[in-house]
T-cell receptor
Framework: SAVISQKPSRDICQRGTSLTIQCQVDSQVTMMFWYRQQPGQSLTLIATANQGSEATYESGFVIDKFPISRPNLTFSTLTVSNMSPEDSSIYLC???????????FGSGTRLTVV | QQQVKQSPQSLIVQKGGISIINCAYENTAFDYFPWYQQFPGKGPALLIAIRPDVSEKKEGRFTISFNKSAKQFSLHIMDSQPGDSATYFCAASRISGSARQLTFGSGTQLTVLP
């Protein structure tokens, strides 16, 4: 299965600023996803990163707040814009084939907004 | 209909004991049921999975039991070890649009005492 590298692994940011998280996969994959995980809680899908087109966002998440890029089949970025303390969370990248039964996850980015 | 309900929230087991985590779903469109294991500071990793046409799947000390009529499935960890201490997420997968989507349960924090 694919190996996913996420950067940064953690960051502390000031409110009102933006942070871009990078996700690099060691092989070409059809599907890439971004999740949010509040500490001690489950994973919530933010969006599906589509290569060559706009991301598909889940209910409650919007492009202005979480712009996503997917320039090729191995790389994606998630930006958390105009951050507030409520955005403090773990952000996870996931990837796999189009109809993969099991997706691989990166180690996540732990974001703290102060 | 998209929910996957997981219990218990936390579980403490003695070394050598059996750990049992239960999940239930409502949406009959789900057709694949994976379990993920997550250690602190890491992303979730696929542990074992089952399709609804099978009632049980065993891989080493890990067994999934699946009851299609009740829409319930469970993870059994036999001879639990301290190294099994982690958070376990059940999930349900279905095709949404042109890709598979995962819906996660709320997670169970397992502690295995030495």
């Amino acid at each position: 299965s694919a190996v996913i590298s996420q950067k940064p692994s953690r960051d502390i940011c000031q409110r009102g600023t933006s942070l871009t998280i990078q996700c690099q996969v060691d092989s070409q994959v059809t599907m890439m996803f971004w999740y949010r995980q509040q500490p001690g809680q489950s994973l919530t899908l933010i969006a599906t990163a589509n290569q060559g087109s706009e991301a598909t966002y889940e209910s409650g998440f919007v492009i202005d707040k979480f712009p996503i890029s997917r320039p090729n089949l191995t790389f994606s970025t998630l930006t958390v814009s105009n951050m507030s303390p409520e955005d403090s969370s773990i952000y996870l990248c996931s990837a796999g084939g189009q109809l993969s039964y099991g997706y691989t996850f990166g180690s996540g980015t732990r974001l703290t907004v102060v | 209909q998209q929910q996957v309900k997981q219990s218990p929230q936390s579980l403490i087991v003695q070394k050598g004991g059996i750990s049992i985590i239960n999940c239930a779903y409502e949406n009959t469109a789900f057709d694949y049921f994976p379990w993920y294991q997550q250690f602190p500071g890491k992303g979730p990793a696929l542990l074992i999975a089952i399709r609804p046409d099978v009632s049980e799947k065993k891989e080493g000390r890990f067994t999934i039991s699946f009851n299609k009529s009740a829409k319930q499935f469970s993870l059994h960890i036999m001879d639990s070890q301290p190294g099994d201490s982690a958070t376990y997420f059940c999930a349900a997968s279905r095709i949404s649009g042109s890709a598979r989507q995962l819906t996660f349960g709320s997670g169970t924090q397992l502690t295995v005492l030495p």
